[in-house]
């Protein structure tokens, strides 16, 4: 068409052009069109952003059953620009196309059981394929990378696995290859961490976890030590790191511990360390303050203590804040230790006799003829014969010594034997009997002769 061939005045069907109605684009189709907008589409031309806007304007409007872009769906002027006009306003917006995606999810029937992407947007990776070239696809393949680490951040995961397509953001570092799932599985199980996981038909399980996060984990991984490392470190026994990660004093995850925790503690005991060593009269380590002063079970009182100033602490100069180098005063250790209350259901054969009022021979001797079992366990730091309490209990309650009853029926000590004789008392142990200190009889015997006694009296 030369110069002087142009005409505004007639189209070439001969209709007037100078009543024809004009719509002015929207300013989300200027923008796409002038390349202003902040949805990463400099890169694109003008025709493939116009394609781009078509294709995701389609998207809103028939969704993924129909078929958007063929001719049939579009035979007038105004559902091509309400396809633009749509398609615009959503690549400028990331949160409007989420929205979108949100809208097109398939909802799941299955359980617990991560679907993937193709299964959430069924027909969508062909209508890509097919209806965009490279450099589109490659927008909306990004628009759906950042998609699915927003849905997995909302609890609604899915997998999607782009074969031969590595993430951009990783290139070029030592960490860019893909981790298995051995090792995902291994990192998990020690740090406790709980993820979504698709199960395939094959009995295969993938894990839904960005490279950052297990990155994240794998830092953590490196800083759970088993409890004999954390022990070695901080200078304490297992013992004791165990019932401090029980109490919650120090972190642990599983059977490993958190040594980050354990760093904590010693930089807050460090903290609490104002006093000079000049102060203490009688200093002791804190090491051998534990060893010697606080039981286990007292450990993590102790240490509240210690933070809360109910000890003097001092440090070393010149050398790293470690338990090694951290001094008390010896009479404020002992003050500030707190010996647990709770009772244990073993205990030594020496607060056996105590609780039953006799003399620990005469408990070694009824030990001994099995009238009261025993069995090897530990009290404090060191193994021993134990007394449940409950056999105790058992015992007392079948059998008691002779002269309580002699003494109930006015009878001395020296007549009580025969006098039990007389009346059909079982003894079941004795001076007479086996040797041994102190008479017992069996309890329901002789309260029933006690009674028959009474009532012939």
Known sequence: ????????????????????KVDNFSPEVLRLIGGQ????????????????ARFIGALAQFGLQGKPLKKASRRTENIEQTLLTTGASLIADQSACFDLLDRLRTPQVGGNNVPLLSEVFPHLLTMLRKQLNEAERGWMFNLLNAYTTYSSLRGTAMIWERRGVGDPLNKGTQD????????IANVLGQTGVVIPIRRTQSG???????????????????????????????????????ALAKAGVIASAGVRIDMRSVDSLVGELATASVWDMSALVDPVSLVEALRLYVPVDGSAAFFDRLKNGSARLACEPKNVPTLHHMFSERNEVISAVVVPVAESSQISIVEAARRISVKQEVMYHLINIGLVKTRMGKLRRRAARVVDVDDLQKFTEQFLPLFTVAKTMGISAREAPDWARQHGIEIVTGPSVDGGRQYWI????????????GREA
């Open 37 to 52: 907008t902040d949805s990463n589409t400099e890169l694109l031309s003008v025709k493939e952003r116009w394609s781009l």
């Open 176 to 183: 860019s290859r893909k981790a298995r799932n051995p090792a």
């Open 204 to 242: 295969r399980q993938k894990f839904v976890i960005s490279r950052a996060e297990l990155h994240g984990l794998r830092e953590t991984q490196r800083r759970l030590v088993s409890v004999k490392t954390a022990a070695r470190c901080a200078g304490l026994s297992t013992r004791r790191i165990q």
């Open 1 to 20: 068409m030369r110069w002087k061939q142009v005409r505004f005045v007639l189209c070439t069907c001969g209709a007037s052009l100078c009543d024809v």
């Open 442 to 453: 069996r309890r329901r015997t002789s309260v029933e002769i006690l009674r028959s006694v």
